[in-house]
């Protein structure tokens, strides 16, 4: 197997650089970037980015590199149909050293540009099973693509899609996480949530209301630090960790400044998508003027 160019490896790097460094980037911005640096790092004359549409079953040219770009920009290609439309159908690449002689080959754009196809490497761009596109790489100078190239640009596709992902997935997260950050911001009622080492990782602005904490209360301290003012709602949340039981519409007293209150709350365990506690909290209201002291 003969390895890819000098430039191959810096070029991966270079990707994996501009990837880190470009989270919030178009995703066809950051295709386009990965095509120029493939196709410079291979040494070759064109090269084009495909987004795959799922409902008509098409490809969509948004990035070209090379002589005749201009006049494949936009371009449609149908699943089936040509190199890259066997690659979409199939989800398999393609590496072929003499495009005229590969009956899959459809000539019809090198006839309307004047462009002479003749080395191809292609790929499906997958994210996990989904087809998202296809990178198609065209005319190597220094001879034909080889087994090595085909690994070189799968790695680095693979590599671009696992960020873009990640991306995505953070970007996910972040909304999720503003929106219920904003419901828990507004609540009228107390909430105090615990990592699973006891850590205080959330107290809305009602608790600290309620249980008269500052409003720089820092967060990520053990929750009986935390709650030093309230011990008995310290013990409850670690209970709730600890025995994984949650309880509802129990009623705690309390002092704060010499004067007895009392709090309905409920619990709750925290749980990650796959079912692992995580955490546990408590919900409540301050409810002194509904209660008698017992």
Not at 242 to 258: A, C, F, H, I, N
Request: aromatic share 6%; net charge negative.
């Amino acid at each position: 197997m003969i390895a890819p160019g000098a430039g191959a490896l810096p070029a991966l790097i270079d990707v994996l650089a501009f990837l880190a460094a470009t989270k919030d980037a178009e995703e066809d911005q950051v295709w386009a970037r990965v095509l120029d640096k493939l196709a410079a790092a291979l040494d070759c004359e064109a090269a084009t980015y495909f987004v795959f549409l799922p409902k008509p079953q098409q490809l969509i040219a948004r990035a070209v590199l090379g002589s005749a770009g201009h006049r494949v920009e936009s371009l449609r290609v149908e699943s089936g149909k040509g190199l890259c439309g066997w690659v979409a159908k199939y989800r398999e690449p393609v590496l072929t050293a003499d495009a005229y002689a590969d009956p899959r080959f459809l000539n019809q754009l090198d006839e309307e540009t004047g462009f002479k196809t003749r080395r191809v490497l292609a790929v499906p761009l997958l994210d996990r099973l989904e087809l998202v596109g296809v990178l198609e790489i065209i005319n190597k100078r220094s001879g034909p693509f080889t087994e090595a190239d085909l690994a070189f640009v799968q790695a680095a596709c693979s590599a671009t899609e696992t960020s873009l992902r990640a991306s995505r997935l953070e970007s996910t997260v972040d909304k999720v996480t503003a929106h219920n950050a904003s419901i828990l911001e507004n609540l009228g009622g107390g909430f105090v949530a615990v990592d699973i080492h006891g850590r205080v990782m959330l107290c809305n602005p009602a608790a600290k209301k309620i249980l008269g904490l500052p409003e720089d209360t820092p967060m990520n301290q053990p929750v009986d630090a935390t709650l030093m003012m309230i011990p008995e709602m310290a013990e409850i949340l670690m209970d709730t960790l600890v025995k994984k039981e949650t309880v509802k519409r129990q009623d705690l007293w309390w002092k704060s400044k010499g004067q007895n209150r009392a709090l309905g709350y409920s619990t709750l365990l925290i749980q990650d998508p796959h079912g692992q506690v995580v955490g546990a909290g408590v919900t409540f209201q301050d409810i002194t003027a509904f209660q008698k002291k017992p």
